[in-house]
C-alpha cells in the first residue's frame, strides 16, 4: 500500500500508465513472483523514463515559450512595422494631396489664362478682320488714286516733253550765243598774251579717213613760217573742271592728228565760260590752259598767275 501511494503522489497520468503496465507484464510471469528487487527495479527505470520525458517536456516547454517570445518580437516587430508604415501611407498621402492641390490650383489657374489668351486672340482676330477690311477700303481707294495719278503723269510727261522741247531749243540757242559772243575777235583777246593768229575756224572738225577725229569750238592758226602756232579753244555755258580735263584728252588726241596742216604746228589750249567759278580759272591755269571769261557783253582774258606758263602739244 505504502509502495502504490508513494508512486501516485504527484505523478503525471501517463506515468502512472507506464508504472501499470510494467506491473502487469511482471504479473504475468507465471514461472516465479515478482521480487521486490526487479519491482524497484522496474520503478527506477519507469522513474527514468518518466523524467526524460519530464525533461523533454521542460524542453519542449522551454522550446514553447521561446517560440512564444519569438512570435510577441514578431508581433512587436509587425506592430512597429505598422505604424511605421501607417506613418508614411499617412505622410505621402499628406503630399500626394498638397501636390494634387497645387497642381489643380496650377491648372485652374492656367486655364484662366489660357481662357484670356483666346478671348485677347478673338479680340486680335476681331481686330485684325476689321483692319483687313478697312485694308481692303485703302487699297481701293489707293487703286483709284493711282489710275489718277497715272492719269496725271501722262499729262506731265506730255508737258515734261513740250518744255524739255523748248528747253532745248533755248539752250542751243543759249549755246550758239555764247559760242558767237567768245568767238566775235578771239584774235585780239590772245595778242594781249602775245600771240598773233591770221586765221580763225569755228566748230572745226578734224577728220582722218573720212572719220571725226575731234571737234574744236574754236580755232586759231598763225601760218606763218616765223610762227608756226595754234590755239584750241573749247566754249561752255557753265564750265567744270571736268570740261577742263575733256579739253586736255581732246587736245593730245588732236596732236596725234596727222592732217598736213596742223600736224606740224604747236599746240596750245584754252577754254571759255560763260559762268565759270574762281577754282575751275585756277584749276585750268594749273594744267597749262588759258581762261576766257565773260564780263558783261564782252569777254575777256582771265589773267594767269605769275608763274603760269602754257601747256604745249
Known amino acids: 500500500m505504502t509502495l502504490f501511494k508513494t508512486v501516485g503522489d504527484g ?3 501517463a506515468a502512472r500508465i507506464g508504472y501499470y503496465k510494467n506491473m502487469k507484464i511482471i504479473a504475468r510471469r507465471k514461472d516465479k513472483r515478482p521480487s521486490l528487487r526487479s519491482v524497484w527495479a522496474a520503478f527506477k527505470e519507469t522513474d527514468r523514463k518518466i523524467q526524460a520525458v519530464v525533461e ?4 519542449t516547454d522551454r522550446k514553447i515559450q521561446e517560440v ?3 512570435m510577441k518580437e514578431t508581433d512587436r516587430k509587425i506592430a512597429e512595422l505598422s505604424k511605421e508604415t501607417d506613418r508614411k501611407i499617412a505622410e505621402l498621402s499628406k503630399e500626394t494631396d498638397r501636390k494634387i492641390a497645387e497642381l489643380s490650383k496650377e491648372t485652374d489657374r492656367q486655364m484662366k ?10 479680340r ?6 476689321r483692319q483687313m477690311k478697312e485694308t481692303a477700303k485703302q487699297m481701293k481707294e489707293t487703286d483709284r488714286q493711282m489710275k489718277e495719278t497715272a492719269k496725271q503723269m501722262k499729262e506731265t510727261d506730255r508737258k515734261i516733253a513740250e518744255l524739255s522741247k523748248n ?3 533755248l539752250t542751243n540757242s543759249l549755246g550758239g550765243l555764247i559760242e558767237a559772243l567768245f568767238a566775235g575777235n578771239p584774235k585780239k583777246l590772245f595778242t594781249q598774251a602775245g600771240y598773233e593768229f591770221d586765221k580763225v575756224y569755228l566748230n572745226h572738225k578734224f577728220e582722218e579717213n573720212g572719220q571725226v577725229v575731234a571737234e574744236a569750238d574754236i580755232a586759231l592758226v598763225n601760218t606763218s613760217a616765223e610762227k608756226d602756232y595754234a590755239m584750241l579753244v573749247e566754249v561752255k555755258t557753265k564750265l567744270t573742271c571736268a570740261h577742263v580735263n575733256d579739253h586736255l584728252e581732246r587736245i593730245a588726241k588732236i596732236r596725234n592728228y596727222r592732217d598736213r596742216d596742223w600736224h606740224p604746228k604747236t599746240l596750245m589750249g584754252a577754254v571759255a565760260g560763260g ?3 574762281e577754282y575751275t580759272i585756277q584749276y585750268a591755269h594749273q594744267h597749262g590752259l588759258y581762261v576766257l571769261v565773260q564780263s558783261g557783253d564782252t569777254v575777256t582774258l582771265a589773267t594767269p598767275p605769275e608763274n603760269f606758263t602754257p601747256k604745249k602739244w
Open 113 to 122: 489664362e489660357t481662357d484670356r489668351q483666346m478671348k485677347e486672340t478673338d
Open 68 to 70: 512564444v517570445e519569438q
Open 56 to 59: 523533454q517536456m521542460k524542453e
Open 124 to 129: 486680335q482676330m476681331k481686330e485684325t478682320d
Open 11 to 13: 505523478w503525471t497520468p
Open 167 to 169: 528747253i532745248g531749243g
Open 275 to 277: 559762268v565759270i567759278n
